[in-house]
């Protein structure tokens, strides 16, 4: 695994208050005010997965690999070699027209540390020391004690980009790199790049900036009283979820969440996910063109633990639907649904209030 990509961040945010005005993006979005963000953190030393999931406090490591796309089987001191980049999944919060993480993670200060060495070495960049500063209001940025508290508040949003399904992505600018560049890589335009991050001149940025970067998302058909309803997964990164029953992934030919039972666990404890004689994400082929999915729909736990799931008419026969143009309920998307890739793949999705794993 040359390039890590993405790290997830998962916190518990039901216990802390989120931090006060600290976050820089744009976040106006209230109906919901709390989604899945990501941060690419890129340290300047090698280190492990592990450590990235002490420092962000992750509480599952699951959630980790997942972000990353990498095997669930991937052990803890797993090496994240100097200056590539992690992905971290986290809660955001949406207030006051910003966005940052809730109160996590919490970096206790060392001997020797400085709010500056910790934004920009210890988070990489992720933060100022005067978001940190203002974060815990810390009024002396040059008097901070060993072993206190310090919240970081990470940069994020929740908010819509166009008519997209997104999932935003705090990127550190490296030396050298054009706002062209990073659109290219991350599959956006520079034009929303600017848009977003209110910049004018494409020339003005500088190395170490954070960019707000919209990663498109797959969409799906998860009904609307699901717990995971708000459930958006960037383009090659995977979830589970419904209790880790199901596992989804996100394929940029499709855009469509492509759902089935996640291997390795046990159907005791999963209810059954079928559509009639139908397994989930088993298809039928009912003529040349057409075949029938059936496809995840959300899960309750409401009275008992039960997964939803719908029957899904997929036209093999037409063009391939832009991710803007994808219809939201009967879907007819282009059939791409490779199960069986899956296979050594397990990973975990945190759901934006709970049922987070240990491991
Ligand atoms: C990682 O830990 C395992 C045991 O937990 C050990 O066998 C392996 O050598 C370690 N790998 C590295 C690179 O430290
Ligand atoms: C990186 O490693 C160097 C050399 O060990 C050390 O001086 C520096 O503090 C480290 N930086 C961070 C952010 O840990
Ligand atoms: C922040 O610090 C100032 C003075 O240092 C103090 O008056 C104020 O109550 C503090 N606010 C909070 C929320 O702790
Ligand atoms: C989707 O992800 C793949 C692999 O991670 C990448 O090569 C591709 O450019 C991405 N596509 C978009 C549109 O982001
Ligand atoms: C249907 O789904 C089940 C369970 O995921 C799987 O074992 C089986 O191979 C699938 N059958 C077909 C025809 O795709
Ligand atoms: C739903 O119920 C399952 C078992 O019945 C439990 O493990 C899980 O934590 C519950 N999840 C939520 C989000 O309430
Ligand atoms: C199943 O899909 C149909 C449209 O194809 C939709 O009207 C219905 O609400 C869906 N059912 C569930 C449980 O999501």
């Known amino acids: 695994m040359t390039s890590l990509s993405i790290l997830l961040l998962s916190i518990s945010f039901s216990l802390f208050l989120p931090f006060a005005s600290a976050a820089r993006f744009t976040c106006t979005a209230k109906n919901p005010s709390t989604c899945q963000s990501l941060v690419g953190y890129t340290p300047v030393n090698a280190t492990t997965l592990g450590a990235v999931r002490s420092l962000f406090q992750l509480r599952s490591f699951r959630s980790l690999l997942a972000a990353n796309s990498l095997p669930l089987n991937t052990p803890q001191n797993y090496t994240v070699p100097a200056l590539s980049t992690v992905r971290v999944r986290f809660p955001c919060y949406c207030s006051g027209g910003s966005g940052s993480s809730f109160g996590l993670p919490v970096y206790k200060v060392r001997p020797g540390d400085g709010l500056d060495a910790i934004a920009r070495g210890v988070f990489a960049g992720l933060v100022t020391y005067e978001e940190v ?11 901070i004690e060993v072993g206190q508290q310090i919240k970081i508040p990470l940069p994020c949003s929740c908010d819509m980009v166009g008519a997209d399904p997104v999932v935003h992505y705090a990127h550190v600018a490296a030396a050298g790199s054009s706002i062209s560049g990073i659109a290219t890589a991350f599959g956006t335009t520079e034009d929303t790049l600017m848009k977003l991050n209110g910049i004018t001149d494409p020339k003005s940025l500088q190395a170490g900036q954070v960019l707000d970067v919209p990663l498109e998302a797959c969409s799906s058909s998860i009904s609307t009283t699901s717990l995971d309803r708000n459930m958006r ?5 995977y979830v589970l979820t419904a209790n880790n029953c199901i596992q989804c992934s996100c394929s940029s030919t499709t855009w469509q969440l492509n759902c089935g039972p996640t291997q390795g666990i046990s159907s005791l404890v999963c209810p059954a996910a079928k559509c009639g004689d ?3 994400g088993n298809t039928s082929s009912n003529s040349a063109c057409d075949s029938t999915l059936c496809s995840y729909a959300g899960y309750t736990n409401s009275t008992s633990f039960t997964i939803f799931t719908n029957l899904t008419t997929l036209s093999v026969c037409n063009n391939v639907a832009s991710p803007v143009s994808q219809p939201k309920a009967s879907s007819a998307f282009r059939l791409r649904l490779g199960l069986s890739s899956w296979s050594n793949l ?8 709970s049922a987070f794993i240990g491991s």
Not at 233 to 237: I, L, Y
Request: hydrophobic fraction near 50%.
């Open 278 to 280: 139908m397994y989930l």
């Open 233 to 237: 997964v960037p383009n090659g990164s």
């Open 133 to 143: 500063a203002k974060a815990n209001n810390i009024s002396d940025p040059n008097r």
């Open 346 to 353: 397990l990973f975990l999705f945190m759901l934006a209030c």
